[in-house]
């Protein structure tokens, strides 16, 4: 990790609490402008995200953003690059959320088969929530994966990570089989999954997500058979 | 199957060259108007094909397409409801492509577990051509998928068929398992198959589309082993 990290990224990896030990860094290159730790940040964050929730985030612009929240359009360019760096954090900020909730859903068995079951449900399962309770916000996450935004590609990668953890620990155990590589496996099983995880991929799959991660789990978990 | 079949599946079928015994029927319900048979609906399919091929289906009314082919607007309606229904014939006709090379690929070899490995691949290289050489018609697949049009449903439940079928093939053998109940396994294929059979989805794995086919065939023969 260096310092020419994207400031959204950053402000991504302070929000998940990883960042202490950085926060000396007075300025950020990048997106993100102003000191990392100021609390103006966080009240432009939550204001936009306020508004983004409300009146969308596409026809909004950073003009409307500042009248509305209160604060210069100056003032918000201070710290923030343009609205996409706004929108960056917001989407990371949700799609954390969704981390977070299949973090705990794997937490919560000690099996490694029933962790894979649960990692795909909860996944699906807190995605559409963001969709259908929270659909201007789910608009950003959208955006983010067609201009394939960094706050997606790390989301994504922390997926991935999850899963080679859940794989390792099954191979542990001898619940899943062990000739096949392990990358290979992880990555033909993060396939499988994608479309259900993406949030762009997903507005065109609701018809299956009743069915879809029982089903799609139980055909993974027969591929992993010892 | 009855005569109230929607117009453009019923002309579907019949490029599909299952209609020779329905030939008698002289006027068609729904989409599509006047003799079946007649050959100006294949004139102005043609045509229209060419059109879309070169300036976009979008963006194109009955009017232009009237103008750009030589027939009147008047004449053209006497045999489609609407460019809608012009459009579902040569999207059943591109679909219509797709599932004949991949049949070609299924049938090229006895063994089933090839079958489906040549059947994901075939199907994703004749999409993609689709997608790269005629992208304008690609566009016509994408809004077809978009609002569930009858030629993307048929080509779903098609290739539904065709997997059924190697999976049957593959339980004879004893190549396949026979514990999980075959409706089961052939929608979680599916389902896995889905993202790179669908044209709406596939635009959105183009990333993947080189290496995915082959990994998805390993993982899925993973769980089909007995």
């Known amino acids: ?18 960042l202490s030990d950085m926060k000396k860094t007075n300025t950020i290159p990048g997106a993100a402008r102003g000191p990392v730790d100021h609390e ?38 201070k710290f923030f690059e343009s609205k996409q760096a706004i929108g960056e954090l917001i989407c990371a900020n949700c799609l954390g959320e969704i981390e977070t909730v299949v973090k705990a859903a794997i937490d919560g068995t000690n099996r490694p088969p029933e962790k894979l079951r649960r990692m795909l449900k909860a996944a699906v399962e807190s995605s559409l929530r963001l969709f259908f309770e929270d659909r201007k916000l789910y608009d950003i996450a ?58 762009l991929l997903l507005q065109y799959n609701l018809d299956y997500t009743d069915d879809a991660p029982a089903q799609l789990s139980s055909l993974v978990l027969r591929s992993l058979s010892p």
């Not at 260096?2 to 990883?18: A, E, M, P, Q, V």
């Open 1 to 18: 990790m260096t310092i020419s990290l994207n400031g959204h990224l950053l402000c991504y990896l302070k929000t998940r609490g990883k």
């Open 142 to 199: 959208a955006s983010a994966a067609t201009e394939r935004w960094e706050a997606v590609r790390a989301y994504e990668e922390h997926m991935q990570a999850m899963l080679q953890d859940v794989l390792r620990q099954g191979r542990e155990t001898e619940e899943f089989e062990r000739k096949t590589p392990l990358d290979e496996t992880a990555t033909a099983i993060y396939l499988v999954m994608r479309p259900y995880l993406n949030p």
């Open 40 to 77: 103006v940040r966080d009240q432009i964050v939550a204001a936009a995200t306020a508004h983004f929730r409300l009146y969308g985030y596409e026809k909004t612009t950073v003009s409307d953003l500042a009248k509305a929240i209160g604060f210069s359009k100056a003032y918000i360019y």
